[in-house]
Structure formats: C-alpha cells, structure tokens
C-alpha cells in the first residue's frame, strides 16, 4: 500500500479520489434546518474532516461508524483545519477494499517487536515483588496492552499506542539511569510499565475509544492501583509492605500534581523521574503531529492539550529528516 | 473528675496545679546555647504548651511523651497563644493518679452507643452489595475505626474520634434525606461509613498520632479503595459492577476537588452530599473549639485549615448555651 | 391537570401535541440570511427549546414571550440537548387555555404554608433587635419575597422560589442547631431569612427574570444591608452596635469568598453554616433537576454552575423514590 | 526643630541621643525565659524598633505606648532591618518634651489647606445628588476625616494621611478630566471624596489605630454605604435612583477586584479610573517611604504590600531633587 | 468630509448608503455549505461587519481588504453586536472615492504636532546616555514609530496610534512627576519613550496590521532591549553600566507582571510608574471606544480585554461633554 | 585527600575533628542580647551549619567567610536539620591546610573533559549561523562558562556547575534526538549550549555567589539574548532572520512559562523539548542531594524548590549503587 496516495498526502485544492474509513459519523442539523452528517475520515496516514450536506435517510443508515467508503473531493483548508469538500461518496463494494482493519493507524512498531522489548526489560527488573506484580498483572491484561491506545485523543491515539508510549518511557528511562547510576532502575522500570495499564479498563478498546463507567467514576490510576492490592492474595504479598507500597506510589504519583488526577504527588527520585519522562514523550509525540500538520513557515493552530499554545514549523526542516 | 479543676478552667494569670499527662516533650536547644524541653500538656480538658528551661539530662529522660506528672506554675498569653509558665514539675508517683487513658481526650459519646448508632444505621442500607462490603471492611478494621482519631491534629483529633466524625455525619445524612427524598439513603449511608476508614492505615493509632509509610506514600482515600476492591474476591464481587464502582466513587470523591486528593470529583448527586456534610461537620467542630478558647469579645488566633480566618465570639453567647 | 401529558414527560422521538406557554422568543438570522425564532417552550413540568424556520414578519409578531401556543411537533435530542422539532405552532384560541399562570413552573409547597413556616421561625428569634430587624424588612418586601425567583437561572429559578429556598436553609438549620447545641439558634435563623432577601431589588420580578440597575452596580449583598442600615433609624437601632454588626455580618458574608462576590470571609460561627447550608440547598435543588433530566445509565451535560462536572445517573433509582 | 537631629537621619554605627515617642511596646519572653520590651521608637521623621532587654516589672510599667523617652544607643542593622541598640533608656521629666503630638508622624499639608481643598473641589460637583450627599456624609464625620490615617500601617499611616491621600488623587483626577474630556468630572470627584471614608468608621482614631468590630465584620466600603444610604432618607433621595447608584457603585467598586473586597467590579469608566488613581497615589507613597529607607546602590527590603518586591535605590537620585 | 455622515453615526434600522472601505473579507462557508464572505467595513468613523451572503467567485475576486466599496443596506444589532445587513455592494469606480488612506482611522492629533510633542520631551531627558539612546533608536525606527497602530486591536489600533500612545502617557507622566518631586523625570520620560518602540518591529505596520515572525517568538519587549544593547557599541556604552540598565529594565518591566509578558517585575519606583500609567491610559481608550458605542441607560458587550466586564453608560453624560 | 573522613560522612552524634572552609559567617544577635556566629562549614563532601556563642569581638573578625578552620565538635540534629554543636574553633595556622579552593564542591567532571565534550558538540551544530553565534558567544565568556556555578543554590551550586549542567543537558538530548528523529539537532544543541549563559552576567562568580546588578534588573535570558544580538553586527547576521530568531528564541523560552520568567512560551518543538530536559537534569540533580542527605526509611525536609514536596529514601537502595 505504500506506493498509494493516502489521506494526508493531498495538498490544499488537490481532488482526492481514495477508500478511506469513516472513523467517526454524527447526524446534525444545519441552520437551514436540513440535516448533514459530520464526518472524520481515517487511514493509516491520519484523519481529516468533511461535511456530506442534504443527507437523506438512506444516507444515514450507510455512513456510520466503521464503514469504508469510496471518497470524491476536494482538500480544503476552512479557517485553518484542513478539511475535505465531498464531491461524491458511496460504500466500498464487495472486491474493493472492505476491511476496516486496513485503514486504521498503527502504533510505528509491530507487536512482536512490542513483545520482546517489554520482555526483555521485565527481565531488567530484579527486585522479585516488582518483577512479579508486573508479571501477574501484564499476564492478565496482555491483549489489551498491546492492543489499546493511549488515549481517547490527542497522543498515542491509535492501535497499539499504550504499549508503544510505554516503550518510548522505557527507552528514555534507559538513558536516563545510565546517565544518573543513583536512580533505582527496577523501580523506575516497573513503574514505567504499570503507569497507564489502568487505560485498559479506563478504555472501552481500540476502535472507537470512548470511556468506560468505571474510567469515569474511578480513572486508570485508581483502577490499576485496585487490581495491584487485589493480585497481592494470590501472590502472598502484603499490600502495605513497603516494596508494594513503592511501587504503588509510582504509578498513583504518576501526573505529578493533584490537579491532574493523581491523589499523590511523587515523592520517590524515581516517581519524579517516571512523570517527567511520561510528560516528554507524550508531549514529543503530540508536536511530531502538530509540526506535521503545519505548513513551512506557519503557525499551528492551538493546541488545547498543551495550553493551547501554537508552534511554528521553521521554512527548514531538521538536517537528518527528510522533507515529507 | 467532674468536681475537679481542669487544665481549660484556669483564667490567665492564675496559678495551676494539676496532675496532667504529657503530650508531647521536644528537646531544643536555645538561642544561649543550653536545652530546654517544650513541652504540651493534656487532660480531657484540653491541651496548652509550656516550656522547662535549662533541662538537665534527667530531664530530659524524664519527662517523655506518655507520662503523667504533677504541674506548678501559671497560666499566661504568649504573643495571643496560651501557655503555662512553669514553677515546678515532678513525674506522678506511685498512688497518684499515672493511668495516661484518664487524661486523654475522648469522644463525648461512649463506644457501646457509637457501636449502636453504626450497627442501627447499617440496617439502612438495603442494597445488598453494599450492605455487604460496609460489614466486612467494618468488620476488618473494626477496633481501630472506633478508637483512632479522624486525624493528627485539626479536628476530631481525639481517642474516638474517627466514629463519632462518621456518626455526625450520618446524623446530617439523616436528616437530609428525610428533606430530599431523591437521594439515595443507603449509598449515602454506605459511602459515610467508608469514607474515612482509610485513616485506621493511614494514621499510627490513637496516642502519638503519626502518619505511617502507607499513609504518607498512598493517603487514606486510595488505601480503603485499595481494601474494597480486594474484599470483593471473597465476596464474589465485580470490582467494576456498577453498584461496587459506585461505591468506591463515593470514597474517592468525598474530598470535593482534585487539589484535595481526591483523584475524582464528585459525579453523583450522593458524592457531592458527602463531601458537603463532611466539610459542615469537621468546620463546626473546628469552630466549636476556636470559639471555646477565645474570650468573650475577641478574635480568635488565624485558624490555617480554615484558610487562616480568625474567628469572633461574641460578647453574649447563644442563648440555649450555659455559659462556660 | 394531573392526568394530562406535561412537556416534560415525552420520550425522544415521541410526538408532542400540547398546549404550552412561550417563555421567551428570540429572532435571529440563519447561516443562509433568513430569519428564524429560537423559542423556549414552558409549562409546570419543565422547559424546552425548539427553532421555528423561516419565520414571517406576521410569525414574528405572534410568537412572543408571554402567548400561550399550540404546539405540534416531536421531541428530538440535538447533541445531547433535548428539543422539539416543531411541525406546527399556532396562538392558542379563546376557549383554550391563555393563562400564562397555568403554565408557570412554581414552589413545590404553596404561599400560605411558606408563610406559615417563615411565622412560625420567626417566634423562634427570641433575640428583639434581630427579631424586629426581621419583622421590619420582611414587612417591607413580604409580596417579593413569597413571589420572586432565587434567581435568574440555575437553582429556584421558579416563581416563589426565594421564599422556598429560605425555607430549605431553615430546615437544614433546624436540624443543624438541634445536633450542634452551641450555636446560636436566633441568630442563624435571622441570617437564612435576610440573606437573599436583597434579591428582591436585585431582580426585576418572577416572570421574564433580569437584573435591574441596582443589581448590576450594588448587587443583592449589598442592597439588603443598605436597606438594614435604614431601617435601624425608625427601630432606634445603632446600625454599628454589636448585635446589628452580627445579623449585617451574617448577611455579607453568605457567600463564603470574597472572588464570589462578599465583601468579607465569615468570621462568625453561625456565618459559616449559614454559607455552607446556603450552598448544600442550591446544590442539591440543582443536581436533582440535572439527575432528572439525565437517561438512566447516562452522563448529564456538564453543569456550568457545579465547575462544569457531569453527573451519573445510576441505572437504578433510590429505593425510596418510584420510577418517574 | 528643623535643625535638630531626627530618628532617621542617623547612619548605621552612629551613636543615638534624642527623645522620641514609644510608639508600640510589647512584653515578650526570650529564650532564656526572661522577659523584654520590643519597642517601637517614633518621630516626624519615622519609626524604627528597638528591644530593652531584661525588663523588670518596673520597666515594663514605665515603658508603654504613648510615652516620650529619653534614647541613647547606636543605629544597627539587624538582617537588613534597621534597629536601634539601647544603652539607656528614661522617661522624659518635666520640662522636657513629653507632648506626645510632637513626635508623631503628620501629613506633610496642614488641616486648612487640606480643608480648603476639599472645599474647592466640593464646588465643581455640579451634579446636585452628588453635591448633596458628598455635603452631608463629610459634615457628620468631618473632624474624623481630617485628623484619621488612611490605614493602619503601609501607605499615608499618618494623622491626616487619610484626607492627604484623598487629596492626591483629587489633584491626579483633575489632571486625568482635563486630559480625557469624556470623563465625568462631578461624579469622580465625588467618589474620590467618599471612597475611604468608611475609614473613619473601620478605624479607632489617628493613634495606635486598630480596627473596628465595625471595621473587622464589615469593613470599609460597605460601612460607608449603609451611612449614605441611611442618608438618603433626610436628603429626601431614593437609594436606588440613578444617580445615587453611581455613586454608591464609585465606592463599592473602588478596590477593583472582589478580591481585594469589593462585591463588585468597576462598571463605569470613572470607577474604573478611581481605582487606578487609588492605586498610583498608594503605591508611589510607599515607594518613596521605602527607597527613602533604602541605601543608594542597594536594594530595599521585600514590600509585603507591594507583592514582596524588592526596589532598587540607584546610586544617583533623580536631577530635580536634593540629596536627603 | 466632517458634515457627510459616516459608518458610526448610523442607527439602528437606519437605511445605510455610503462609500467605505473594505478592512478585511474572509470567505466561509455556511452551514448549507454556500460560501459567503465576511466583511468588515471601515471609515474614520470606525468599524462595523456584515455579510455578503452566496458570494460568487467573481465577488470573492473584488471584495478584498483594502478597496473602497459603495455600500447599500441597513444598520442592526445580531445579539447586541452592530452590524450591517447588505442589500447591495460595489466597488467604488473612477471618479470616485477609492484611496483607502482617506478611511482609515487615524490619530487624533496630527504627526506634525506628535513629533513637536516628543522633540520637546526629549530635551527634558537631561542625563545624557538615556538622551543619547532614545535619539539613537527613535532615529532608527522614525517613520514606523509615528505611523504604526499601538496594537492589532483593543486599544489605539489605529495609524499613528503607537505614537499617540506614547504621547499620552508623557502627558500623564508630567503631571505626576510635578506632584510627586521624588520621582526621576528623565528617565520615567525616556522609559516611556521607549517602552512599546519594539511594536515598530513586532507588527508588519499600520494597515491590515498582523504580527512578525520576530514578533511571535520574541515579543515587542525583548525586541527592543536587543536593539537597545546593540546600540550600545556605535555610542560607546557598557550595556551593564547602571544607566543603561535602568533603562533597560524600564522597558522590560513595563508589563507590571510576569504573567503578562515582563521577564522582570518592576524594581525601581518609575518603572511601576510607567506600568501604571501605560496602563491607565490603555484602559480609558479602550473604555472611552467602549462607552461611546452603548446606549444610554444600557450595558455595552463583554470586553475581553478588560477581564470580561460589561460597562454602564449612564442616561446623562458628563456636564462637560456634548451628547454625541 | 580521599581516605580522610570529609565533613558529610560523619554520623549523627559522633565527634567531628577536622580541616574546614567557612563558607558564610553572619553575626546576629542571641534572643539574651549577646551576639552569635552563625557559620556554615564546607568541604568538597558538602555543607554544613553550626553556631558559634557567646562571640567576642576577635572571634567576629577572626571567622569570617573564606578562611579555613580547625573545627571539633559534635554532629546534631536540630529539627530534622543537621548541625555541628561546636566545642572548639581556631584559624588553620601555616603549615595546615589554607587554600580555600582544596575545600570548595567542584563539578563532578574536570574542566578538560568538559571543554572537550562542549567542542565535540559544537561540530554537531552544522547549522553555520548557529554554530558561529554559540562560538562568537562561548569565546566571549569561556572563562566564566567553566567556573561558575550554574545557580547561587539549589541545583549545581557548586564551582563549574554551569557547564556540568550544560553538558548533562546534552547528553540527555543527543539520546532524546536518537529517539525522536524529527527533533532539529542543531538546534537543540545550540539552544542547550546558550540557554543559561547569561548566568555568566547574572552571578558573580564562583565564590560566595551573588547576584549582580544586571542579574537583579535585566536576569539572564535577557542578557544573553541582548549579548547575542550585539554579537550579529561583527558576524554580519541579521538578528531578525528567521535562523537567528529561532535561537533566541530557544533561550528566552527555556523557563517554560511566563510565570517563571520567560518572556514567551515555547513555540517550537525543540524549545519545548529544552525546557524539560533543563526540568529534569536540575530536579535529578537536587534530588539526589536531598535523598544522600536523608536517612534510610525516612523521609526528607521539604524542598523549597520542588514545590515544598518532601522525599522518601527507601531502606534499600538502587542495586547498582553502593551503599554510601
């Protein structure tokens, strides 16, 4: 697939002519009182809006959630968002491409590979309570690890983004004790594993994330922290022994401040480190996007996760980066 | 004791002797260079500071947090604070009154009526899941809730004191819902009972309270979720069922704001009464005792856990009120 | 009236045939220049918003606040607000019901009762100063404050709905005085009855609610206590002696914070309840409308005047309360 | 006296011969458990504290707040904060100077210039309302408002400072009307005139001021907005006509912010303008009291008022003014 | 031109048949997805919007920023904002009014006279290194100093507003330093000079005016503290010599607060100064604009820049004005 | 000088006899009248405080910041903080240790590897505009870039601090750039490199560290973006092309928020990521002060500079490091 067009490929007032995803489909009244359905096309790419005006009944029921289609039009840019004017639209037909599977964006790294990092750097974690914790509870939420975003929005929000924005910590922690040999790397480590496993109960699942009850009334840090005081009986640890009580503190810490949810501020050297890390690669990540979706030489729009701040993308690009 | 003088009734300038138990007993060094020890007594009274200066190593061994000693001296104002200057201090001998349990501050409501109050209150909460968890946490941590205190210091700082907070609050939770008959008795009831359980592994016990490692690292909210969800194996519960995520959004919320501690905000109409009638209740407690120790016609000292107000008793108190 | 559907009982998708009252109308221009009427629907049940298109100057005229219409149409859910798609509306006919009182939501208790309360209260101000303060301002608004809104929107924003709000608190306060005996009884009871009583001035009336000039630039806080003031002359009252500085106090401070409008923190210990009953009245008023108005198993919108949370309605109701 | 030393004019490590008044005296304890005098020495020139160690019973009967003393001791400097070191300390005798208005600090305008002022100004209040009230409020607590300090400590805490400061921001209002014609001149200088009369009210009186039960539960603006309501009915003026509002907004919402303890925010460009012209004449009077305090080259202490900033003194002054 | 009627002497539903000039036309698409262009229309007046509805691509071509345009239509308020309904639109021909210079609103006081003012002022700096460097730089950025807006919009956002500014905070600066002596002239007069110079270089100029690469990532105020620095080497001075670090932090204080832009906080009595009357001048603009297009006896909108408050106009204006 | 015991290695209550610098030294005066040395003791270990009663005239000039001394006494504990109780103090005498410098902290790292590793860095910067400002701006201030400290406390307070922080820095970003290859490189090194240069200006040097006047008034973002663009005129750069705006801007944004001193927030990624690389090398390296200096299983004083939190030290530590 790769030598073909793909969504984010169009310049501004380009025809687009490709099968695309409907990520998501919302029925909404226009002013005129007519009704148009929102759309969000996807592929592998990324995702882009377009309007589909004077919709009928028909029209309703086809363009849901999940389908592909077959899309015509043009890419436009309306105040700022890029966005695509539809010329004609219809299903994808049995013999073209059908599988949604195909269109939705993929953590850069496939799960094997995803697989063996985590293994490897299990086997990092010498201190036997963490190294079991993290065995017995990534034993029971495998799949989803591997399988779930990161987030509903914003940053790692695709297939496999949980796993993959665990690895890119895990990487930056790498460096980060070899750079300063006092840190407890095992701590570090399981921490950084167990941070956000708690999204696996938070999130309803890969394909149109939307929160769970219990990610609304209790959040994936509560939710994790529950089911590690749960597998202390079956393991014989005591919850309240102080190497549990460690590890539990890093992933309750985990967004350094009470106003962001964590009930704890860090209050361990490797705690701190674990939040400064999670914040650096989600926000490198989001600005990878961002920086991405901006012309050369212009401003972002902003960008509401990170304070709605707008960031410029320079005329030239990085030296080792080729032009995309 | 009724009879007796107590170490509240004496006016300043007055000249005290009293047995009292000693609180607590820092030694510090002064700014001439010799050690004194500073010292807060107690009786069921109350508790007031004073300073032994010049303390000899003898002392120094002598007098420690726990033990009851026979007091000379005067009652003063330091800077608006009460203190007692000390004339002469001796450790209670054999015959005089040593039982550190009769000067220690308790609940103004015995356990057996507090144990009465909880068990009549339980028989409430007719939802059975909730019934059930509220009877087996309680029953786990059942003398420690009716004899720790609701906290180190602030209010209900007191043998008992975690009870006879939770039965306050039960008592405003029933007449409040007598008054608003939407809510939710028994999920209000439930969530009163559990709210502060966390405090018997958060704190170190009903004398020389201090924070444990649990306490410090997880806080007392997470520590009790902790506890409900590994009661739910035994139980043959779903932690994430709605009754059971209901309830443990009840504990987490009860704090009202995220820079609180809480990891949630309030979302259930439940939740938000809680957290309402645990704040009336521990400020009037608060209050009660601020305005106790302030002169008729004065303010009192800034109060910090109530965003440093200082408080005025009037010239005349309330009329259903014998003066004190 | 019982027997007939209310507005409010539709389900989404239902269609509605009804007589309702037109609380106000507002003409705008659609995105494609025409004009259109952005009318809310009312009657005891509750209210509702719809959009009449394409509307004709002869429409324009008619469909104004205060008319009582037919309405035909179905009741829709426009992301997540309720409304009606209007199929047709016309002015009701002589012989049909026109009187907008029939359609006005009011205080769930009626005016004689509520006076009778307020009477009965104020027997129980046994301090005179406070009592005649009472007496002579409650004199002087009686018809406002039996008939006038709490306020503009949010909580009691229904005709009587300040007297029923004042009555709530003293409810509230009836039972708090009795479980906290220090407190001083009268004076408590003379702030709830004062407190929001400068709503009067503040407000233009019950129906078509606005803030009138004196509201804007003084607000209700204020004018109350400048009205106090005035009236100590004819009582030969010192408006500066202690007894009138408390009830004054009382009044100020009821907000709780200086950001939200009073011009002191309380400093008394009945101020304090007094702010806090205040607040747990308006709340729950508020979040039993929100819960009402949400599906079983659903979040409500965000509530901008509870810190824009949503709430949860569980999926079962309290045991106490039939299904409505 | 011009020519005799003052208070301030000693240099660090001079020696110190003079009378001054006692302006504070407060009995403290020392860690070594005996006790000493925290004095605070005044005259024209300023202030400046000193402590008299090893007081006895005697001493501390002498050396009370009000007394004019004979001083000899070395001007030191105590963690940046100036202080006097006392070698001896006695009360003035007859025939020396024991007045104690002598040495107290006095706006640098005498009483009939400053009356003259206001009464000027009083003439350009065209608008009758205005004229009127600003007339009858000013006659009831005329000697007050010329003889009070404008705050108990921070800016012009000096007798007379209260009408001194008035007149500043008279004398900036009328700059600012000439230079922004659409101003409405009568009601700024009305509202500057009765801004921080309620002072007079908050406040004890010029010497050793304190507050107020007044001042402390309700404070100075609105204290001064009962007085002119309450003045309203002599006057024949309705509280809540326009132009009486105007005004009472220019006093309500001269601290800008409801956190600074107005219930209300400037709604009127003049009360906007009020507040501002408030705030420079506040802050440059501190800020030439405390560069005046602070060595050239160096920076003064934190400005508790000023945000905690420090203000640096160059090393030359400005060309106009002669070095002091 | 001063007897034609202009833009703002229009009102509501008052037929509109004049020449204007185009200041901006952005062309958006409607919610029935036919593209419409929206126009803000300009004279010296001020300004007011519209919309050209179902605009061709010939229309988009014509209706661009910066030409003159005969406009036909009526004066309305869309929810309490002024705006013109179109009913016809075309570009102005030859013959004539098409210079755009004739509508743009400009200064109040031509640039002969601006520049008289400030030469003037210039030989009251008399310490000669802050002389030398506002010649220098004000040399420099002559033309663009007496042309450009103050801003891109809020307040003096208008050609030869940055200069006009400027002028009226000199004119403020003068009467304080006259009635506060201590205050250095020179360099409160030469801080003002320069304070906002760097809008020469942060804005693109005085039409169509938007922000710079330079004044996106390093801000007006830096700017103009590099160029200080630089022009430090052709006049021979230290950049570190206090002089010029006075200066330097006049400029870079001027914001008052960290919040708003100033990498420092004002140290020295005229750099708070300065922040105030930049301030105080700003705002009177901004309310006088603000004011004048509210009705008597109504509220204006919101304005954002000054934190949201809605302003009053009084049924009567000031005595001294003319009703305009 | 390694196998004798430095001043940190000693536990609490044994006896200390050793050679020691007197890093400060101020007088005051004891709460009994007489004065007292307050000393903090240094050695290459770290720092340490202690008084020294009862001090007569001699011992003030004798001890005074920068002489090495002969200190024996005890290692204390005074309110969690450690102290040496002094039992004698004199002079080194010739022929003993003298020279200040064998007792001050140094960077971990000599001046050759860090002038090594800086070059190395500076051949990465293939950027030309960038790599002639950071060598133009290096040459200028080498001296001082490897001397100085990199704050007067909290993090890297010691001689060479600056560049060890510096370096730190860029070892954390040469991994982060592997990792996030769209990261520009250059930029990011060059960025790192002149971030804190301006502490060259700001500090006075590496001994008794002070703030200079340009620091107080002007701080070192703005220096160093003023040197920067007074160093484009020799190298005939144009310091508002867009390459020498993304320097600077990389400096003036590095403190992340306005709040905390930076004119603008970070508008590129590669500032974003300089920001929270400078972040965490400085909280690591405070960190592990903190945790050294806290005994196992307790937990630390708060930490001013990290927001008041305090820290656990577990009681075990990292497996790779070696118990110290």
Request: aromatic share 8%.
């Amino acid at each position: 697939m790769a030598a073909t067009k793909q969504l984010m490929d169009y310049a501004v007032d380009e025809a687009v002519d490709l099968f695309v995803l409907l990520k998501s489909a919302d029925v909404r009244m226009a002013k005129n009182g007519k009704q148009y359905i929102a759309l969000i096309f996807e592929d592998r790419s990324g995702e882009i809006s377009g309007k589909y005006w004077d919709a009928s009944e028909e029209d309703v029921k086809n363009y849901v959630s999940g389908q592909v289609v077959h899309l015509q039009g043009k890419r436009e840019n309306y105040q700022t968002h890029p966005q695509i004017k539809i010329f004609h639209l219809r299903l994808a037909k049995p013999g073209e491409p059908t599988d949604p599977e195909m269109f939705i964006e993929q953590a850069p790294m496939d799960r094997a590979a995803m697989e063996d990092y985590i293994n490897q750097t299990i086997f990092e974690i010498t201190q036997p309570t963490w190294n079991r914790l993290v065995r017995k509870l990534l034993g029971e939420y495998q799949d989803q690890f591997f399988t779930f975003p990161a987030a509903k929005s914003n940053h790692h929000a695709f297939k496999g983004g949980l796993a993959f924005h665990t690895i890119s910590i895990l990487k930056l922690a790498h460096s980060v004790v070899k750079q300063y040999p006092d840190l407890n790397a095992p701590l570090l480590f399981a921490g950084a594993i167990l941070h956000d496993l708690g999204k696996t109960i938070e999130l309803s699942g890969p394909q149109s994330t939307t929160y769970t009850l219990a990610g609304n009334l209790i959040g994936h840090i509560v939710l994790i922290d529950g089911e590690l005081v749960r597998a202390c009986d079956p393991l014989k640890l005591d919850p309240q022994a102080e190497d549990v009580l460690l590890l539990r503190h890093m992933i309750l810490s985990h967004h350094g401040l009470l106003e962001y949810g964590s009930p704890v501020r860090p209050a361990l050297r490797e705690a701190d480190v674990l939040h400064q890390l999670d914040e650096l690669d989600a926000s490198i990540m989001m600005l990878d996007t961002v920086v991405d979706h901006t012309e050369p030489g212009e401003f972002s729009e902003r960008v509401f996760a990170l304070d709605g701040r707008r960031f410029y993308r320079p005329t030239t690009d990085a030296p080792e980066k080729k032009q995309d």
